[in-house]
């Protein structure tokens, strides 16, 4: 069974810097692409960040340049540093599969103050 814990998250003033972690197991990270989503107040949710089976990182535009997605794949752990926050970053994190495939986690808050 795939379980995906996300930790990390809180409240940071705008520029800041955020690291989160996203545990997992049931999942072999070499053989599968992972995302990091966020769902942002009254809005949908978006993949912000990619890694694929070869180590392939591919960003949404909005965050080019300012975010980081890594992970350890001794450890099952998939990270996103969030450098330069600006307040529309703000919203719940998410990990997952790409596409999501399974359930999703309870997630972890980031707020970004202006």
């Known amino acids: 069974q795939v379980q995906l814990v996300e930790s990390g998250g809180g409240l940071v003033q705008a520029g800041g810097s955020l690291r989160l972690s996203c545990a997992t197991s049931?999942?072999?990270?070499?053989?599968?692409?992972m995302g990091w989503y966020r769902q942002g107040p009254g809005k949908e949710r978006e993949l912000v960040a990619r890694?694929?089976?070869?180590?392939?990182?591919t960003y949404a535009d909005s965050v080019t340049g300012r975010f980081i997605i890594s992970r350890d794949v001794r450890k099952n752990t998939v990270f996103l540093q969030m450098n330069s926050l600006k307040p529309e970053d703000t919203g719940l994190y998410y990990c997952?599969?790409?596409?999501?495939?399974?359930?999703w986690g309870q997630g972890t808050q980031v707020t970004v103050s202006s």
């Open positions: 890694i694929n089976s070869g180590g392939r990182m």
């Open positions: 049931g999942l072999i990270l070499r053989v599968v692409t």
């Open positions: 997952n599969t790409y596409p999501g495939t399974y359930g």
